[in-house]
């Protein structure tokens, strides 16, 4: 069964450090999402991207981070200056077409120190 | 936007209960899905119910779109199935693309 991949699977960085998470979408999904879960709270929403843009993005996602899709695969989230805050839970999503079902990634644990 | 709105935020079972889950949302949707978050942080996709009912072994799931909420039931509870158990939804028909989670509800399953 087709799933999202995300690597790595913990990422350690230091205060300061920028940081790129990675991620796989499903090979014919159009729509690519990062959310991020802070350690005991609820799953929020950072960035939606479409059509090699973003399409939408939250308050959270100021301009520390950054997306791309460099290629035909692959989907970054990368986070320029990280700060301890940064710590948290990043899960890649992907859906085939515009509001359906959303596939999430296994996420990348980061540890800010 | 819309609230999503998740009860009981805990429960705890011995092996063998059944439980219902419930989520509340505060506008009509159109995509609603249900996850279990493992001990391991992984999220895994359970259902994709908008409407109606599914059901996945031990698990089901119903969600009446028109009285705004959907539940999630477990029957004959593992202790594989402890973890935290989020729905998700997303409002119909504008530019809003991103998926709302609940809080959540943490279950425990006792041995």
Known sequence: ??????????????????VILRCVPISNHLYFYWYRQILGQKVEFLVSFYNNEISEKSEIFDDQFSVERPDGSNFTLKIRSTKLEDSAMYFCASSEVWNTEAFFGQGTRLTVV | GIQVEQSPPDLILQEGANSTLRCNFSDS?????????????????????PSGTKQNGRLSATTV???????????????????????????????DDKIIFGKGTRLHILP
Do not use: K
């Open chain 1, 1 to 18: 069964e087709p799933e999202v991949t995300q690597t790595p699977s913990h990422q350690v960085t230091q205060m300061g450090q920028e």
């Open chain 2, 29 to 49: 949707v159109n995509n609603l899905q249900w996850f279990h978050q493992n001990p391991w942080g992984q999220l895994i996709n359970l259902f994709y119910i």
């Open chain 2, 65 to 95: 779109a028109t009285e705004r909420y959907s539940l999630l039931y477990i029957s004959s509870s593992q202790t594989t199935d402890s973890g935290v158990y989020f729905c998700a939804a997303r409002a119909p028909m504008n530019r």
